[in-house]
């Protein structure tokens, strides 16, 4: 079946520091992957979309990595900020032209 | 970009009986969508609200419990029905272009306590 997995456990870093956040997934071959943020109590915001042709992309402080062949995406977060703590989720199109979302993983940035 | 009103934002109903949940867009949007997200887990994909037409259900997920309403392209009905603390969860309305690459906007989400 087709799955999409993030790290159930919350990442916990200091200030100024490197965040980065895995999204692994099986059974799919998407065009596109994207980059969510979502605060608590909030519905999830857009921040990234990465084609499959792509091997990065950039946005400020925000960097994605996509490679299909490891069938795994890579999201940093440079100088992070306590501003920055939220759950991440990475999100997929299905071949029904549906968004699929992994599980999330919560980023705390500690001052 | 599309913004979305969504209500009620939160409600506790008894078991029992149903509530419907609204979601109102500020333009017209081609593909809008129902998700739930239980406590400490992600988005889940309820179904799609189809304009003009009935919506389609992802697996696990059946009209009778949920029946989805979309009269116009801006505008959308969820309603849980017969809930049972099970039900308890955040509802969330969301809407993207059709076009592969277009990212996709969500509500506030409504949060169901269900006693």
């Known amino acids: 079946s087709q799955k999409i997995e993030q790290n159930s456990e919350a990442l916990n870093i200091q200030e100024g520091k490197t965040a980065t956040l895995t999204c692994n997934y099986t059974?799919?071959?998407?065009?596109?992957l994207q980059w969510y943020r979502q605060d608590p109590g909030r519905g999830p915001v857009f921040l990234l979309l990465?084609?499959?042709?792509?091997k990065e992309k950039r946005k400020e402080r925000l960097k994605v990595t996509f490679d299909t062949t490891l069938k795994q995406s890579l999201f940093h977060i440079t100088a992070s900020q306590p501003a920055d703590s939220a759950t991440y989720l990475c999100?997929?199109?299905?071949?029904?032209?549906?968004?699929?979302f992994g599980s999330g993983t919560r980023l705390l940035v500690r001052p | 970009s599309a913004v979305i009103s969504q209500k009620p934002s939160r409600d506790i109903c008894q078991r029992g009986t149903s509530l419907t949940i609204q979601c109102q867009v500020d333009?017209?949007?081609?593909?809008m969508f129902w998700y739930r997200q239980q406590p400490g887990q992600s988005l889940t994909l309820i179904a799609t609200?189809?304009?003009?037409?009935?919506?389609?259900?992802e697996s696990g997920f059946v009209i009778d419990k949920f029946p989805i309403s979309r009269p116009n392209l801006t505008f959308s009905t969820l309603t849980v029905s017969n809930m049972s603390p099970e039900d308890s969860s955040i509802y969330l309305c969301s809407v993207r272009g059709h076009r592969e690459t277009t990212e996709a906007f969500f509500g506030q989400g409504t949060r169901l306590t269900v006693v």
């Open positions: 333009s017209q949007v081609t593909m």
């Open positions: 609200a189809n304009q003009g037409s009935e919506a389609t259900y």
């Open positions: 999100a997929l199109m299905d071949s029904s032209y549906k968004l699929i």
């Open positions: 059974n799919y071959s998407p065009a596109y």
């Open positions: 990465i084609r499959e042709n792509e």
